[in-house]
Nanobody
Framework: QVQLVESGGGLVQAGGSLRLSCAAS????????MAWFRQAPGKEREFVSA????????YSADSVKGRFIISRENAKNTINLDMNSLKPDDTAVYYC???????????????????WGQGTQVTVSS
């Protein structure tokens, strides 16, 4: 089993920045990919950004490209999401996910991830 714990959410004004972190523990040696998804009230969960842990390859949704940066700290089994130029539309619960896929085309797909965190709230005020 793998446990994921997110941190770093909070309230920020539009145009501001936040950093989310996700720490993985347990049987992490087989984990190949990690990602961030988000779910706004009344909406479906959507893909935000993902990373391959071995080579640092990243892929992000068009809605966050140029504003959000995903990174990894392999020594700490941690990924981060640096969110800049935040907008009210970014308000959501952000979830960390981990899985075994090694296909770039599979990174945005929720069903490719076997482990999920509890989520952290991000609220952007206008």
């Amino acid at each position: 089993q793998v446990q994921l714990v997110e941190s770093g959410g909070g309230l920020v004004q539009a145009g501001g920045s936040l950093r989310l972190s996700c720490a993985a523990s347990g049987r992490t040696f087989n984990i190949y990919s990690m990602a961030w998804f988000r779910q706004a009230p009344g909406k479906e969960r959507e893909f935000v950004s993902a990373i391959f842990l071995n080579n640092g390859y990243t892929y992000s949704a068009d809605s966050v490209k140029g504003r959000f940066i995903i990174s990894r700290e392999n020594a700490k089994n941690t990924i981060n999401l640096d969110m800049n130029s935040l907008k009210p539309d970014d308000t959501a619960v952000y979830y960390c996910a981990a899985g075994f896929t090694y296909l770039p085309t599979a990174l945005p797909l929720m069903n490719e991830y076997d482990y999920w965190g509890q989520g952290t709230q991000v609220t952007v005020s206008s």
